[in-house]
């Protein structure tokens, strides 16, 4: 629940501020109507793989938690960017604050596949 309010803080700033982030000279150039529908892609996976976990349907719920991680993943793109050292030190916490929730979906959702492929494996005789 961290890393979505983490990301609509981090997303709601990069679409409404979209012209003060700094823009790439080559590569992907996401425009803000993509990375606000990018947002809404990714929670699209990250909620129902919260929702299936509690269920305890955890191959599904870890893909959809390891889609969702790459919502906060993708920040890593800012700072691959010339000019992003020079972003205000609270737009550097808040996309900060996102690629770490990413990383630590992303942690989450292998170790929950990895807890659920041990528990499936045939105990040893």
């Known amino acids: 629940m961290v890393a979505i ?3 609509v803080v981090h997303y709601s700033d990069n679409v409404v501020n979209f012209e ?3 823009q790439p000279s080559s590569g992907p150039a996401p425009s803000a109507t993509v990375i606000a529908l990018a947002w809404f892609a990714f929670t699209a996976a990250g909620v129902p793989g919260l929702v299936l976990f509690r269920r305890g349907r955890v191959a599904a719920a870890a893909a959809g938690l390891a889609l969702y991680s790459a919502s906060g993943l993708i920040g890593l793109g800012h700072y691959a960017v010339a000019g992003a050292s020079a972003m205000p030190w609270w737009r550097h916490a ?3 604050a996102d690629i770490a929730c990413g990383v630590a979906v992303l942690a989450f959702a292998v170790w929950a596949a990895r807890r659920l492929s041990a528990d499936a494996a045939p105990s040893p005789r």
Do not use: A, E, N, R
């Open 94 to 96: 808040h996309v900060v």
């Open 20 to 22: 003060d982030y700094p």
């Open 5 to 7: 309010v983490v990301s």
